[in-house]
């Protein structure tokens, strides 16, 4: 497959950067976080939902929730 010059270019720079044996373990890097961006967008939009529907906690509390359980694992 003949990739377009500027996806050549970025597929290029990273095999540059020693890290990839081959073009398809860069594509399939890029897939991969690609795949996570997706699920990420998807928790972020599903949270909105359920903060909207009532079913969320503030932000100050969320991160209070988050500080007493870091804690809890130090």
Do not use: C, W
Request: hydrophobic share 40%; glycine share 6%.
């Amino acid at each position: 497959y003949a990739f377009p010059p500027d996806i050549r270019a970025l597929i290029d720079q990273n095999m540059a950067t020693g890290i990839y044996a081959s073009e398809e373990d860069v594509l399939q890097a890029a897939l991969h976080v690609l795949s996570d961006y997706h699920a990420t967008i998807a928790d972020i939009r599903q949270g909105m939902i359920d903060y909207e529907q009532g079913r969320g906690e503030p932000l100050s509390q969320a991160m209070a929730d988050i500080r007493q359980q870091l804690g809890a694992k130090l």
